[in-house]
């Protein structure tokens, strides 16, 4: 059947529409505006149906349902909206965790051209735990991202890259020039170890939940939401961001930098924002009306603040 596709603005993206059968998929579809328009491949399309009664947000439809799960015919009108130039998650995710390490130890192994203007002086044992620390922990990160964490998406706009990149490489350089600094006081190590110690038990929970989180999706990625149940997740929505932020905060008292605060002040403001849109989806989806379960009662992110 001929489909027409039509753009954000309602002009028809491919004259005279794309051919489709009608038994096909959603991915027939994109395959189809793919070979009328090579620059716009799969990942790039975001394909919509007219919002339903009572809705105001458009239908997407997802990848992996049949055109007739949506009751399209030769009548309808699929909307078209370019995402623009995509790059794949893990590929992001690698770049945005790699810097990090390499940007702290280059600084942590290169005082004479960092600090031209001051003496080098030996580094101390909390300096050397701090580097330990933050190259384990996102050394972590690559590795939960290669495997552990499974993706609904399979990529996101490559401005991602530039924005995310410049986010984490750029408080890398700015904690480690302060812990590093030659004129740098630590705090005694007797109270810093402990403390170290402490943020490591954190990262240690926040991979257990990472890896329960795994568990409520498919090897694609794909699937319906899930409550996430177990561990902490019993009391907490976003229980993984709570073990984050505490281990951080213990590395913050640990080194004693107003750098590393600031670091974790910023970190955590975006994790609330994303655990507070993550918890009202779950209470709207899990409402418990129509047989449907309803969301337990739990703290957003960070007991008992938020």
């Known amino acids: 059947m001929k489909l ?8 028809e993206l491919v004259a005279g529409g794309v051919d489709v059968d009608a038994s096909g998929t959603v991915e027939d579809l994109s395959k189809a505006i793919y070979r009328a328009k090579p620059k716009l491949y799969p990942s790039r399309q975001r394909l919509t149906l007219p919002a339903e009664a009572g809705s105001k947000k458009p239908r997407v439809l997802e990848a992996g349902k049949k055109l007739s799960d949506y009751d399209i015919n030769a009548n309808s009108q699929v909307a078209f909206k370019d995402l623009g130039p995509q790059i794949g998650y893990k ?22 051209f960092v600090y031209p203007w001051h003496r080098v002086v030996p580094k101390n044992k909390v300096q050397d735990l701090a580097l330990a620390y933050w190259s384990f922990h996102y050394t972590k990160r690559i590795l939960e991202t290669f495997l552990v964490h499974r993706f609904s998406h399979a990529t996101m706009p490559i401005f991602n890259l530039v924005k995310n990149c410049s986010y984490y490489w750029g408080f890398a350089a700015y904690v480690a020039y302060f812990i590093n600094h030659p004129l740098y006081t630590a705090p005694p190590i007797e109270r810093a170890a402990p403390l170290f110690a402490f943020a490591l038990l954190c990262q240690a929970a926040n991979f257990w939940c990472h890896i329960l989180l795994s568990r409520l999706r498919s090897p694609s990625g794909k699937g319906g939401y899930t409550i996430p149940r177990g561990f902490l997740f019993e009391y907490i929505t976003c229980a993984n961001y709570f073990c984050e932020i505490l281990g951080w905060l213990a590395f913050t008292a640990g080194t004693q930098t107003v750098a590393a605060g600031l670091f974790i002040a910023a970190g955590s403001f975006q994790m609330a924002l994303w655990a507070k849109a993550k918890h009202a989806r779950l209470r709207k989806i899990f409402d418990g009306k129509n047989g ?7 703290w957003i992110m960070f007991p008992p603040v938020f």
């Open 4 to 11: 027409k596709v039509v753009s954000r603005s309602g002009k």
């Open 91 to 112: 590929t992001v995710f690698f770049w945005e965790y790699f810097g990090p390490v390499l940007v702290y130890a280059l600084i942590y192994s290169l005082p004479q």
């Open 292 to 298: 449907q379960l309803k969301y337990p009662k739990r």
